[in-house]
């Protein structure tokens, strides 16, 4: 903290006596409180967390409205100076219109886990043994039925380069830093529109600390960029450079906030909404997940 500017008298002249101060004109510069969000994830708990998907397509008078409601169960170990985080869907549901319909992706997510290596400061390292997704998908679809989408996007590189991708534009950037309010960090991020992909740069800003049932967490809000200024700070330029130069799709827009506790990680909520116009049609695309408990494993 720097210290304030202590005037203890005001020297008038060389003969003059120390008076009284004038009142203070020159401004005292203000602190912005920091944090520090470390990579301490729970070791021997059980971490379970809802996650929801609505995605509303409008086009030419019609809506289509479909739900994806998944449970998860995530579960960190340390691994070769790292972490290594398991996590497993213990529930999947999807709806159209809101009634509920059967597919076999529901039945290959219950299959198998997505195992990330990742490193002692959070950073995603790799996924393990990947090609478990494939095989839970051959298991699921029975013979006769055309399986290629599934295989495709269950496909080992495919699914590395999507949980990378959600990974980073989760939590890149955020640990073993300190974070103030104001403070700004971006992400590219894609999002699937039918036969297209919605490109953006999600940006993320500190707007402070809540106290939440996990312990201290920091608060940042979420919006997106459709193009990257040409002032655009070194961070939002590198991440987009990282990216590959991504072409960012026109008219894209986004709101939301995550809450992320930072004493012992744990991932409290997140929501975002995403608007876009594709081929015409009009996307809003919203996703959420919330943290419902962390129980100490049972053994």
Known sequence: MRPGLLLSCLVLSLTSACRKPSPLRVPVPTVTPRVRVTFQPPVDRVLTESQRGVRVVEKAGGVVREEADLTTESRFTPNEGGWLLTQSVTHAKQSRA???????????????????????????????????????????????????????????????????????????????????????????????????????VLERTVQGTRDTEYGDAVVLSLRCLDTVPEDAPDDLSDAWVAAGRPELTPGVTCQGEQVVAYGRFVPVSRELTVKARVDGAAWTVTMESRAQGLQEEAR
Do not use: I
């Not at 319909?101 to 290596?117: I, Y």
């Not at 269950?154 to 103030?180: D, I, P, V, Y």
């Open 98 to 200: 809101g009634v509920e319909v059967e597919g076999w992706v529901d039945d290959v997510l219950l299959r198998f886990a997505l195992r990330l290596r990742l490193a002692a400061d959070g950073t995603f390292v790799k996924l393990v043994a990947p090609e478990a997704a494939a095989e839970a998908v051959r298991q699921s679809v029975p013979a006769g039925v055309d399986a290629m989408p599934l295989l495709r996007f269950f496909g080992a590189e495919a699914l590395e380069n999507r949980t990378r991708r959600e990974w980073e534009a989760k939590f890149g950037g955020l640990f073993q830093r300190h974070l103030s309010e104001g403070q700004r960090t971006w992400a590219v991020d894609w999002l699937p529109a039918g036969d297209t992909q919605v490109a953006y």
